[in-house]
């Protein structure tokens, strides 16, 4: 059984910010940002046809500025965030805000193609998430399975939990965490719990991590020396709430549990570059995608930390309870911690990877220089996993 | 002649008798008397014409002579013949006469014996009545007397009874007496031979008051026997004595022998309590000796042999001395004196049958093995306090000693299992002491470090080259540490020199123990088992494996904290490490199997396995300090590009000093490898190329592609000539793994420096001036990293790439003329 080749899609553009479009279950759907100082910057949207292998796109232009950063609304298909970068009087300054997709650029891109390249729509500002008390936004982070009415936004030392209103036309900042220390401290990433009832965030900044409680909005856990260099992403477990990844400048990735945070549970270290990006597969936490500048993807099988160390172990009982001892033996043999597979189609430094939000057997990786891969789990481990 | 002479002379002699005896045969025939024994003669007369013979035939023999002779000897033999006949006559004339007289004087014989028994019948009548009449007499006599005689019988009966009555009634006085004079084994014969009679005899009161008087005083004796047994003051010989005394008197052989050893044993037990005497003080005298001992040996000496032996009270070869001495000599004794009297005394008396000897013997072994336990187990505590591994010889003599003296026990109770025990403990220490070693080995190995690391501490004056030994000398405090050059190839062979005269005095040291004088190396286990597992695996092949896990132990401390360990160390280590692979492990190893020759050839790790590890370490360390150099400079550059507002700076007028640094610290990365690494192979490239190729990747490709990239029409052509380009480089491995020479390691450093430089480049944002001063930095950088690396197309791939980035990444982008970037950098 071979497995589909990779697609891929370049963009004319420089291109760091990816997402998947998170509200959208049905279709595969990436949402990318170029990096422009020059031209005017887009939001590329990128469906993807599983069946015939096909790449729609459709584009739409993100005048403010460069993205940096690309957040979709887990709540609305329509709304995303955006960090980007504006110059203004030989300034650059990096902003944050909510956009709302024109509603018609679905409808646009099918009757002509070549029309939306020409003349691309233009996203519809809702509001910023600017507050000129704090400084330059590094991203900005939906409440996971949230309404879609709370983003929390990093800004320098800074961690802003916002309130959207009016249809997300209005934001208020309800709470603000600061960062004491020395030196400009500066948050580079974060990632917003899913468990705990969406009450905790975690932070990068430097070499350490931290974990903020939201509802008081002071720090409840730092990992100081996470990584030997600067943590580049954090991403947690979405089945074991206490389990985090974190990848950054030391070619490593590491696996914490945040209850006892002296050592990694486990560490990987196959990248021959900085990890820019790690990314747990939302349904098989077994499965995590990392990013680096080495041009690599490399998706992992993470058996030992994963929430379902020995596979599906109601499968299990219901096949012996069956006729089939083989597959029983089979399913009971231990797997092990493995690289899965390397993927190399980048040509540059990849530094994002996103897993689908529709097909949890898809992901995306997009490179500097404008090229995003979509590949798939190799079809050998996904059924191992689902058998 | 003359002896024909003789023989006719002999001839004639038995000439004569013969005649007369042939004269006598014929009388003899004529009277019919048949004598035997003449057969020789008989046979002949057979003949009827013999005319001796008996069978002669007158008529036969006239008619053969007629028919044979002739008249003339016809004649000669009727001569003859009538000669014969009247020779013969006469002979029997004489005859005839002398008959006659014999018989007449024969019968004057007759007649006058005649008239003699005449006389003696009478005499003997007379004798005759006069024996009847003694008879009568002496009937008489022996009449008179018979009672007498029986009286006298009888008195000398009771005479003798009397005397062994008297013998006994004195009994209990003698015995008295000789209690008194302690003549103790008198007393028992003497009461042996009285036992019999006055047991029978019991039943009259008399003797039942002598057996009682006897038996008092016999338990009296019993009980100073016992006594005199129990006090232990008394020598050996008077001890055995004592004990046979005490086993004619019937005492329980078992009560004895449990006596016997009970006694012994607590004689044996003060010598075992002095013993234990001399290893009680010790734990706290050790507790002063290890803290007085570990600031020693950190004091960096290098042979920890030179140390002083452990402060204990005696040494272990006292202290097995005195053992051997004391308790396995007295243990000897008693068993020797033990088996004399109950087991090979008993096998010629009557106890045999009592099953003694087994009974005796079953007591020994267990008493014996008994105290035997408690002696190992002091000998082993004090083994386990000789912690120090200074002079192994001490140890060596003292087990070989330890070991030769239960040798005699051995030779005295063969079934033991004291001996077996006792080489148990040997082999046991001999592997304690390995481990010991092999601590020490280790702990010697982190000290040499520490030195090492002190070493290159102190101001490098190495790489400037000069006054290394002044500087050093002088700052160097006492310590053999300091006074080591610190130049690096210098340390490094007085590292690897120090560790491998370590192993080689250690196993020296560790070699005492199958040294042929010592009695216990021939055993199995130190012929086979302690050479190659003992020595060779856990020793040799432990510790370099140690060596090799020590340094991949430094790569992964000190990879989360960012160079805690030095780098040079780091260097140094890998090029140990490497070393070792090429070479000194198998030397090592060589010395080892040479000096530890095993017979039974086990299985070993081999040497490859070892030098794979070793090259696995060094192949670690080297990327690491690859690493480690690479994330500082890395660490440079990155601050240096992070801090900067490159929108609004100045038109650049120098190279930035960041760049300087970066390649001053190349430089001196490039001398620091270089010290210990060969130079390695670069690919062909022009020299001094410099300028040149750099003129050309910036006028013609990079020019090419700042016009291609900001010409408004084209934006795809950026991608399509970088993405060409990339399309025929190889892919470039970061952090990727090096080779063991300069130019391997420092294309490394500068990879993952230049890298770095890109990656913080493309998350910045240039003005004019920030890309114009870029192009300078790279330009800088291009003139003199090119020559440290194997490809100097990588280096310039980077530096494109850097270049490029900015350019992406600039809002106004004005690349500086090519010329004015020479003339800054040339300025310097």
Redesign the interface.
């Known amino acids: 059984m071979e497995d589909d080749a990779p697609v891929i899609y370049?963009l004319?553009?420089?291109a760091r910010a990816l997402s998947a479009q998170t509200a959208e279950t049905d279709a595969i759907r990436f949402l990318v940002g170029t990096q422009s100082?020059?031209?005017d910057n887009q939001i590329h949207i990128i469906d993807f046809d599983d069946e015939n292998n096909i790449i729609n796109k459709n584009v739409l232009l993100h005048q403010a500025g460069e993205i940096w950063h690309i957040g979709a609304s887990p709540a609305d298909k329509a709304v995303l965030t955006t960090c980007y970068?504006k110059?203004c009087d030989?300034?650059?300054v990096s902003c944050a805000a909510v956009w709302r997709m024109p509603s018609d650029w679905e409808t646009g891109s099918h009757e002509s193609p070549d029309d939306t390249a020409h003349n691309p729509q233009t996203l519809e500002l809702l509001c910023h998430l600017n507050d000129s008390a704090h400084g330059n936004a590094a991203c900005v982070l939906w409440e996971p399975m949230g309404d879609g009415k709370r983003v929390i936004s990093l800004a320098d030392n800074h961690a802003l939990l916002w309130d959207l209103q009016e249809s997300s036309t209005q934001a208020v900042v309800s709470n603000t965490a600061t960062l004491e220390g020395k030196g400009q401290l500066k948050f580079t990433s974060g990632k917003w719990s899913p468990h705990h009832n969406c009450s905790q965030l975690a932070t990068a900044n430097d070499t350490a991590i931290r974990g903020w409680d939201l509802r008081t909005m002071s720090q409840i856990y730092c990992i100081e020396?996470a990584?030997?260099?600067l943590v580049r992403d954090l991403d947690f477990n979405p089945n074991r709430q206490y389990y985090l990844a974190s990848c950054g400048d030391?070619?490593k990735v590491k696996f914490w549990d945040v209850r006892n945070i002296q050592e990694p549970v486990k560490s990987l270290e196959e990248h021959?570059?900085?990890v820019w990006s790690v990314r747990y597969n939302h349904s098989h936490d077994q499965l995590v995608l990392t990013a680096s500048?080495?041009?690599r993807l490399i998706l992992s099988n993470m058996v030992s930390i994963s929430s379902e160390p020995f596979g599906h172990l109601v499968d299990d009982e219901e096949l012996s309870e069956g006729e089939d001892n083989h597959q029983d033996d089979k399913g009971k043999e231990p797997l092990k911690d493995s690289v899965v597979s390397t993927y190399?189609e980048h040509?540059?430094?990849v530094y994002a990877a996103e897993w689908s939000s529709a097909d949890p057997w898809l992901f995306a990786s997009l490179s500097?220089?404008?090229r995003l891969v979509i590949n798939r789990v190799p079809r050998a481990l996904k059924y191992r996993i689902l058998l | 002649m003359d002896g024909e002479a003789d023989e006719t002379v002999a001839v004639g002699d038995d000439c004569v008798p013969g005649r007369r005896r042939r004269v006598h045969g014929m009388l003899k025939l004529y009277y019919g008397l048949n004598e035997e024994g003449k057969a020789a003669e008989e046979s002949e007369s057979l003949d009827p014409c013999d005319i001796n013979g008996p069978h002669f035939d007158p008529e036969l023999y006239l008619n053969k002579l007629r028919r044979e002779c002739s008249l003339a000897e016809l004649m000669d033999q009727e001569t003859c013949m009538v000669k014969q006949i009247r020779s013969l006559d006469s002979d029997m004339q004489t005859l005839v006469y002398e008959n006659y007289n014999k018989f007449i004087s024969a019968t004057d014989t007759i007649r006058k014996m005649k008239n003699d028994f005449k006389k003696m019948e009478d005499e003997m009548d007379c004798l005759s009545a006069n024996m009847a009449a003694i008879t009568e007499f002496s009937a008489s006599i022996s009449g008179t007397l018979q009672d007498q005689h029986t009286q006298i019988t009888k008195l000398s009966g009771v005479h003798t009874l009397l005397r062994k009555l008297q013998f006994l009634f004195e009994l209990p006085a003698r015995l008295n007496k000789c209690l008194e004079l302690q003549a103790y084994a008198q007393a028992v014969s003497s009461h042996r031979r009285a036992r019999c009679v006055l047991q029978q005899y019991s039943h009259l009161p008399s003797f039942k008051g002598i057996q009682d008087d006897c038996h008092a005083i016999m338990d009296k004796l019993a009980q100073e026997l016992r006594q005199k047994f129990r006090d232990g003051g008394s020598s050996a010989k008077d001890l055995s004595e004592c004990v046979e005394l005490l086993l004619q008197l019937d005492e329980p052989a078992e009560e004895l022998c449990d006596k016997f050893l009970s006694h012994a044993r607590s004689r044996l037990e003060s010598d075992l309590q002095g013993l234990e005497a001399e290893i009680r003080p010790y734990p706290s005298a050790a507790k002063d000796a290890s803290a007085r001992r570990s600031p020693s040996l950190a004091d960096n000496s290098p042979k920890f042999n030179t140390l002083p032996s452990p402060t204990s009270n005696t040494d272990i070869l006292e202290f097995i001395d005195r053992g051997c001495n004391e308790f396995v000599s007295s243990l000897c004794l008693v068993i020797t004196s033990y088996q004399e009297l109950f087991i090979n005394h008993a096998q010629t008396g009557e106890l045999v049958s009592k099953n003694i000897p087994q009974m005796a013997n079953c007591k020994l072994h267990a008493f014996v093995d008994n105290l035997a336990a408690r002696y190992f187990s002091l000998v082993e505590r004090r083994i386990q306090e000789e912690k120090s591994v200074g002079d192994n010889s001490l140890l060596v003599r003292a087990l070989d000693r330890f070991h030769r003296r239960l040798q005699a026990v051995a030779k005295l109770l063969p079934g033991s299992a004291v001996p077996n025990k006792g080489t148990e403990i040997v082999i046991r220490a001999a592997t304690e002491r390995v481990k010991q070693y092999l601590s020490a080995l280790q702990s010697f190995y982190m000290d040499s470090l520490t030195d090492v690391r002190q070493a290159l501490a102190t101001p490098r004056l190495s790489v400037a080259g000069a006054s290394v030994a002044g500087g050093g000398a002088h700052l160097g405090g006492p310590g053999p540490g300091r006074d080591a050059p610190n130049s690096l190839p210098e340390l490094l062979s007085s590292l690897s020199a120090s560790i491998l005269n370590q192993i080689k005095s250690v196993l020296a040291s560790v070699h005492l123990f199958t040294a042929k004088d010592i009695t216990f190396s021939n055993k199995p286990y130190f012929k086979g088992e302690f050479c190659s597992q003992g020595v060779r695996e856990s020793l040799v092949v432990s510790f370099i494996k140690f060596v090799c896990q020590s340094s991949r132990h430094f790569c992964e401390s000190a990879?989360?904290?960012?160079g805690s360990t030095p780098p040079a160390l780091l260097l140094l280590l890998s090029r140990l490490c490497l070393d070792y692979e090429t070479s000194t492990i198998s030397y090592i190893l060589t010395l080892t199997d040479e000096q530890f020759l095993d017979q039974h050839h086990s299985p070993v790790t081999p040497v490859t396995t070892l030098c794979a590890e070793a090259k696995e370490a060094a192949q670690k360390l080297l990327n690491h300090y690859v690493k480690v150099q690479g994330?500082i400079i890395s660490q440079m550059l990155r601050k240096s590009v992070e801090t900067r507002d490159w929108?609004?700076t100045i038109e650049p007028r120098n190279v930035r000093a960041v760049m300087k640094r970066v390649v001053e610290d190349t430089t001196s990365i490039d001398v620091q490898v270089g010290l210990l690494y060969e130079e390695g192979v670069r690919k062909a490239h022009s020299s001094d190329s410099s300028k040149r190729t750099f003129s050309v990747y910036s006028s013609s490709r990079q020019q090419a592609r700042y016009a291609a990239s900001?010409t408004?029409s084209a934006?795809?052509d950026t991608?399509l000539l970088?993405?060409i380009h990339?399309?025929f480089s190889e892919?470039i491995?970061?952090?990727?793994s090096v080779e063991f020479n300069k130019v391997s390691v420092m294309t490394g450093i500068i990879k993952i420096s230049l890298?770095t430089f890109l990656?913080c480049v493309?998350l910045r944002?240039f003005?004019r001036y920030g890309l114009q001063q870029i192009q300078v930095d790279c330009h800088y950088l291009q003139m003199y990293l090119w020559r440290f690396v194997s490809d100097e197309n990588l280096v310039h791939f980077l530096l494109d790439e850097i270049v490029g980035s900015s350019a992406?990444?600039?809002?106004d982008p004005a690349p500086m003329e090519q010329s004015v970037i020479e003339v800054i950098c040339e300025r310097g």
């Open positions: 370049g004319e553009f420089q100082l020059k031209f970068n110059t030989s300034r650059v020396n990584h030997g260099q030391d070619c021959s570059h900085w500048s080495d041009s190399e040509e540059d430094s500097y220089d404008g | 990879g989360d904290k960012g994330l929108v609004n900001y408004p934006p795809m991608n970088s993405n990339k399309l892919r491995d970061i952090f990727s890298k990656e493309r944002t003005g992406h990444r600039c809002l």
